[in-house]
């Protein structure tokens, strides 16, 4: 029966009751692989409808035959083609239903495993963040942890071992400058425990973190300041350190202090403890990155977590550079102390061409065939640090020279002497004051002088040599530099030399004007300390002087009354003083004259025999040949003068003769010989008494007849004014000269004129009446 055919709509599904026994055929296992996702979701759609419609299904004769046979089994040649689409339809009918139950339990299943992986990933989440959390938590116990265990050792080593090592015999030297600046780095770890213990907060405290990155914040300058000087003088530790263990019993005996000190350390150097400074101020960078790299990025403190890990790294390039210039300022501020052979030990080739280059850029700058560079900042600043040193070294000879005179004046003791005045108030209340003045406030005044003045101004003499030292190294680098700066390419050793320059410029320009600042202001400090000095030395000697007033005399005088007397007073005084001065200045450039022995009687004898007594001289300090025809001559030996010149007419060298050996000597050790008297010194005024005859010496007579003369032994006089002489038989003396009077009359016994002996000349006959019997 042929059963018309009608067409079927593409949204259209025709739903056939499937046997409960019917296995899914394998068209439709096919067609569930193939079909897509959305063509499931719209059978389910469809299925209700095609349900309630399965009563206008229609029935075919081939009923209850298997889908299997029908699209397995198909019929080689069909004669109606109804039958084989209605076959084909039955078939795609069963495919899709059996597709749409299996997509929906696979839709379940995926979903039920989306829900899974999503609470996995949810848990493996919170486990991550969880373990995240537990890892920034230990980090932050590690910072607290290791820098509270950090002070204890620091702490242990600059009290506990360094009080025991002062103890050691004899002490070490060197001792305290291995542990300097370690107070202040000791103190910033501290502060920095005690900003954290304040908040009372614990590590776990979501706002610890916090608090931890404002306190080293807080403290971050007070951190450089800190261990940029102790790592600048680590090197220092080092040296001084290496220098106990080369003496092996003190070192043995330091270990064993060290030991004993920390017992539960186990440490066996100082080393161990005065380098942890230099590892820690490194892990503090380490430590929070650490802590930022375990904390969440939504956490409240993190942007201020990253800053401060930014604020460490950075302080740490900061004492790096400090360091870099502190190695760079020690190795060229030192002074050293070289000897010719040291030096020409360190000429080569290397260093003499440098130093070619060097003068050969200077002249390029003085001739002006090469620019000079000009650095208008670091000119004032080295004009400037001149100055003060010129102030400095001036005010410090100053300060000496003062200290010097009032020593002087401490060392004359005249309260000691007695002035056989013991029943006058004022010796008695000089001699108090004066005591007073000398035991106990001029002293007290200079001790207070040299502390506070005197050690400052040297201690301040000493840091010039680093800065005159590092300005005079900028000028040498300065001309390397200028002439490798037009160079493209630098080399290894030119590129070092460019460094070293820059180097040392940067150092001088921001070390230079606080060096000046603080020197400056020491300077006025110690001007100032000096006129208190001064004021309190007033204060004390008015409050010494008002003691003893009422006892002095005049003191009840007005104050114009007692200036006068004040005045005459102090004239008075100088005016004896000036006769004493004088009369001792007399009696010091009297003539000396000295016994001699028999051996220098019998060649004054000869000389004299041979010279006459003019020309002997007296040898005043040993003479010692240096020259052909110079003699040897011991202090006091008798020459005679033969000539004032030697043969090229140099009058520093006489001829002399020595009792047979004739030669040269200096005119500066010879003095002309007197010879001494046997008479007594007599008094500056004589009386000779009357009826006393004599004969006089060297007198002539033509008559050679006895002539009645007043005779005296010789004496000393003093000249009363200037007398020039006028002829060979006199001489010229001035006002105040000492002469010997020889004879107190002419050869006529004339009383008016005297022969006199001078010191300037041999024996003459003066005549004048200018001399004071």
């Not at 204060?539 to 005045?567: C, R």
Request: hydrophobic content about 35%; some cysteine; aromatic content about 8%.
């Amino acid at each position: 029966m042929e059963v018309p055919r009608r067409p079927q709509p593409s949204t259209f599904t025709l739903a056939l009751p499937k046997p409960a026994s019917s296995a899914l055929s394998p068209l439709g296992a096919l067609q569930k692989v193939a079909m897509k996702k959305p063509m499931t979701e719209k059978l389910q759609e469809k299925d209700g409808s095609t349900e309630e419609n399965q009563c206008e299904e229609e029935t075919f004769s081939t009923a209850e035959e298997s889908d299997v046979s029908v699209f397995v089994e198909a019929p080689a040649e069909t004669s109606e083609p109804v039958d084989s689409n209605a076959s084909a339809v039955d078939s795609k009918l069963s495919s899709q239903d059996s597709f749409s139950e299996e997509s929906s339990i696979s839709e379940e299943r995926l979903a039920q495993e989306a829900e899974e992986a999503k609470k996995k990933s949810e848990e493996e989440e919170a486990a991550a963040k969880e373990r995240a959390a537990q890892r920034q938590l230990l980090a932050i116990e590690e910072l607290v942890q290791s820098e509270r265990n950090y002070l204890r050792l620091l702490q242990v080593s600059t009290v506990t071992i360094r009080s025991n090592l002062q103890k050691l015999q004899p002490p070490l030297a060197n001792l305290d400058s291995m542990f300097l600046y370690i107070e202040e780095v000791i103190n910033v770890s501290s502060r920095l425990l005690s900003l954290l213990d304040q908040k009372h907060v614990r590590p776990g405290d979501p706002l610890f973190l916090e608090t931890l990155c404002d306190s080293f914040l807080s403290l971050s300058s007070d951190i450089e300041a800190a261990y940029k000087e102790y790592l600048a003088n680590y090197n220092h530790i080092t040296v001084v350190e290496n220098s106990y263990k080369q003496k092996e019993g003190l070192w043995n005996e330091v270990v064993r202090v060290i030991k004993a000190s920390a017992p539960e350390v186990n440490a066996t150097s100082l080393s161990f403890f005065l380098v942890m400074p230099v590892q820690r101020i490194a892990r503090y960078p380490l430590l929070l990155q650490t802590i930022q790299k375990h904390t969440d990025r939504a956490h409240p403190a993190y942007a201020l977590l990253e800053q401060t890990a930014h604020t460490s790294v950075a302080l740490n390039c900061r004492i790096n550079e400090y360091k870099r210039f502190r190695e760079v300022a020690d190795k060229y501020k030192k002074t050293e102390t070289l000897t010719i052979k040291d030096k020409i030990n360190r000429f080569n080739s290397h260093s003499i061409a440098k130093k070619t280059a060097r003068l050969s850029q200077q002249i390029k700058h003085e001739t002006g065939i090469a620019p000079k560079l000009v650095d208008e900042e670091f000119d004032a600043l080295e004009g400037f640090f001149y100055v003060l040193e010129h102030g400095i070294l001036e005010l410090l000879e100053n300060v000496e020279t003062y200290l010097h005179h009032l020593q002087g004046f401490l060392a004359c003791k005249t309260e000691e002497f007695d002035f056989d005045m013991d029943g006058e108030k004022a010796p008695i209340c000089y001699k108090e004051i004066t005591t007073a003045l000398r035991q106990w406030i001029l002293p007290t005044f200079e001790k207070r002088m040299r502390t506070l003045i005197h050690k400052p101004l040297c201690a301040l003499r000493d840091l010039l040599v680093g800065p005159r030292n590092l300005i005079r190294k900028r000028l040498d680098k300065l001309l390397d530099y200028e002439v490798i700066e037009a160079k493209s390419n630098l080399s290894y050793e030119e590129q070092a030399v460019a460094n070293t320059y820059r180097t040392i410029n940067t150092l001088l320009l921001n070390e230079l004007p606080q060096f000046n600042g603080v020197a400056l202001q020491m300077i006025w400090s110690m001007l100032g300390t000096f006129s208190c000095l001064h004021k309190d030395l007033a204060s004390d000697m008015e409050q010494l002087f008002q003691s003893f007033a009422q006892q002095l005399p005049h003191s009840s005088l007005g104050p114009g009354a007692f200036w006068e007397w004040a005045d005459s007073a102090v004239l008075e005084g100088a005016r004896r003083l000036e006769t004493l001065c004088r009369s001792v200045e007399e009696t010091l450039y009297a003539p000396a004259v000295q016994p001699l022995s028999p051996s220098s009687q019998h060649r004054l004898k000869q000389l004299t025999d041979k010279h006459g007594s003019g020309k002997i001289y007296q040898v005043i300090g040993t003479v010692v040949g240096s020259r052909d025809l110079d003699l040897n001559l011991a202090k006091g030996e008798l020459v005679a003068l033969i000539s004032e010149t030697d043969t090229r007419g140099d009058k520093r060298r006489w001829l002399v003769d020595a009792g047979g050996r004739r030669g040269y000597a200096p005119s500066s050790k010879l003095i002309r010989y007197h010879q001494p008297t046997e008479y007594p010194p007599p008094s500056p005024h004589p009386t000779l008494p009357e009826g006393v005859t004599g004969i006089r010496r060297h007198s002539y007579s033509p008559e050679s007849r006895p002539v009645t003369v007043r005779s005296q032994p010789c004496f000393q006089v003093l000249a009363a004014y200037d007398f020039t002489a006028r002829g060979n038989h006199e001489v010229s003396v001035g006002a105040g000269e000492p002469v010997r009077v020889l004879e107190p009359h002419d050869k006529r016994g004339n009383p008016e004129w005297s022969l006199v002996e001078s010191r300037r000349c041999e024996l003459l006959p003066l005549t004048g009446t200018s001399f004071i019997f």
